[in-house]
């Protein structure tokens, strides 16, 4: 990965229960997104964490932020067999005087929710 | 709301062919890029454009190449195609080089496979 690491890599869990994603990060960043992709599908942006908030919520999603330990993680609360997905983490790092913020990707975590 | 829009969708090319793909951004949008996401791998920046010029470049193949035109879609050529350009091809657009922005929008991706 470009830019850092999730884990796991892979999780299964049962329908009705809680998944949790964590990703680390190499760089100083401006924020952190999570997307979700269904297999060979497009990249489904989810949430955003600017790098001066420590916790968000949408829905039935709560990312948090630690700078400090240059981490994120997802929670997907009560997850359902729709959820089945793979989710990334991807990094905007501020450039100074840099005309463009590419994202950078983390390696991913596919999510199996089992009926 | 119109969203980012790739073409084609799918592309079957033997080696050593070239391969163009486009990519039209939101409206407004004025940056692009591309990324390339092999079978089970994370999406790897490629380039970007930002109002027309080459505003960063990631790791892209010297046999790549691409441009943003006067209406802000672009297109990555590809050419002498290899094995392992089989990927995905996203693009995403965003406003002011998303600097700080929540607007970065993938479309769905092309799936060029090289036989």
């Known amino acids: 990965s470009q830019q850092g690491e999730e884990d796991p890599q892979a999780l299964s869990i049962q329908e009705g229960e809680n998944a949790t994603m964590n990703c680390s990060y190499k760089?100083?960043?401006?924020?952190l997104q999570w997307y979700r992709q269904n297999s060979g599908r497009g990249l489904v942006h989810l949430i955003l964490?600017?790098?001066?908030?420590r916790e968000k919520h949408s829905g039935r999603l709560r990312v948090t932020l630690d700078t400090s330990k240059k981490s994120s993680s997802l929670l997907i609360t009560a997850s359902r067999a729709a959820d089945t997905a793979s989710y990334f983490c991807?990094?905007?790092?501020?450039?100074?005087?840099?005309?463009?913020?590419?994202?950078?990707f983390g390696t991913g975590t596919l999510l199996a929710v089992q009926p | 709301a119109a969203g980012v829009i790739q073409s084609p969708r799918h592309l079957i090319k033997e080696k050593r062919e070239t391969a163009t793909l486009k990519c039209y951004p939101i409206?407004?949008?004025?940056?692009v890029y591309w990324y390339q996401q092999g079978p089970g791998q994370d999406p790897q920046f490629l380039i970007s454009?930002?109002?027309?010029?080459?505003?960063d470049k990631g790791s892209i193949p010297d046999r790549f190449s691409a441009q943003q035109f006067s209406d802000y879609h672009s297109e990555l050529n590809m050419s002498s195609l290899e094995l392992g350009d089989s990927a995905l091809y996203f693009c995403?657009?965003?406003?002011?080089?998303?600097?700080?922005?929540?607007?970065?929008?993938f479309g769905s991706g092309t799936r060029l496979t090289v036989v």
């Open positions: 995403a657009s965003s406003l002011g080089g998303g600097q700080g922005s929540l607007g970065y929008t």
């Open positions: 760089t100083s960043i401006n924020n």
């Open positions: 964490i600017r790098s001066n908030e």
């Open positions: 991807a990094t905007d790092a501020w450039r100074i005087g840099g005309a463009t913020n590419k994202l950078i």
């Open positions: 409206p407004r949008h004025d940056t």
């Open positions: 454009f930002y109002e027309k010029m080459q505003s």
